[in-house]
């Protein structure tokens, strides 16, 4: 509870993008793993997926 009162707080207008289930869906589709091992920053995999979903989104919403 106190986190999404938080996000709402700093967040004002930014966009957030949740990440949480295409990462899950890269795993379950057998994926390079996202998260680099003992240190849990993401990985240069990540960076690729999170790039194309923010193309999507991007797209999605007529941003551009």
């Known amino acids: 509870p106190a986190l999404?009162?938080?996000i709402a707080e700093i967040g004002g207008r930014m966009r957030f993008l949740d990440m949480s289930e295409r990462f899950k869906?890269?795993?379950?589709?057998?994926?390079?793993?996202?998260?680099?091992?003992?240190?849990?920053?993401p990985t240069a995999a990540a960076h690729a997926i999170i790039a194309d979903e923010i193309a999507r989104y991007i797209k999605r919403e007529k941003l551009m």
């Open 25 to 41: 869906r890269n795993k379950a589709e057998g994926g390079p793993n996202v998260y680099i091992v003992g240190d849990g920053h």
């Open 4 to 6: 999404p009162r938080m």
